[in-house]
């Protein structure tokens, strides 16, 4: 098992930056990738950015391409989600997801195993 805990959630305006971290605790040597999706109230869960644990490679949502920057710390087990430029269309519950099985940078939610509780992240205009 595979436990995410992210942080770094809260209210920002409009063209202000967050930076979101999550921790990955357990049995994280059977981490292969590692993404961030993000929920708004009645919408379905949607893709933000996907990283490979072991090449570093990345993928992003065309939403946030150029505005948010994943990143991984392999000795330390966290991702990390830098979010620059927002948007309210940004707000969110933004989740932490790992995969066990899939060593690309992962756009689908059913290619994660475990996932985190999510972070509220608020953006005001």
């Known amino acids: 098992q595979v436990q995410l805990v992210e942080s770094g959630g809260g209210l920002v305006q409009a063209g202000g930056s967050l930076r979101l971290s999550c921790a990955a605790s357990g049995r994280t040597f059977s981490i292969y990738g590692m993404g961030w999706f993000r929920q708004a109230p009645g919408k379905e869960r949607e893709f933000v950015a996907a990283i490979s644990w072991r090449s570093g490679n990345s993928t992003y949502a065309d939403s946030v391409k150029g505005r948010f920057t994943i990143s991984r710390d392999n000795a330390k087990n966290t991702v990390s989600l830098q979010m620059n430029s927002l948007e309210p269309e940004d707000t969110a519950v933004y989740y932490c997801?790992?995969?066990?099985?899939?060593?690309?940078?992962?756009?689908?939610?059913?290619?994660?195993?475990?996932w985190g509780q999510g972070t509220q992240v608020t953006v005001s205009s």
């Open positions: 997801a790992a995969s066990g099985r899939y060593s690309s940078a992962n756009r689908r939610p059913s290619a994660y195993d475990y």
